[in-house]
């Protein structure tokens, strides 16, 4: 039993065969596969940002300046209505009258004549009681 361990001890490790850190790296770079997905992605996205950024910047014929040799219409103003008293004169009206105003005119029927209704309209009387 002690003949094997003896082989075994007279080994030495010699570091110049293998790079650990190189063969990682390539064990790495081997085992991930190229996706190119994500260029089309990021290349799309910005296609459409340019796209957008020129159409909103792109003059439309709405902002292009009137042809000057085109006959202007005048714009016609809508009458204006004065009120029959200023607001400011219905003001000092109201605080001269200093609370006297007028009684507001009385209400007929405050109390419906029908049943009032309930969340459970559906379920009998004596089921809400």
Known sequence: MSEPIERLSRFTPDAGGLDRDGLLFAAGRASARPNR?????????????????????????????????APQVPLVEAPHEAPARPLWQQRDEAIASDGNLPPPAPIEDLISSEPPLRAFGTLPVSLLN
């Open 37 to 69: 997905r994500w260029h089309a992605v990021c290349a799309t996205l910005a296609a459409m940002q340019l796209l957008t950024l020129g159409l909103a910047f792109w003059p439309r014929p709405d902002m292009v300046q009137p042809d000057r040799t």
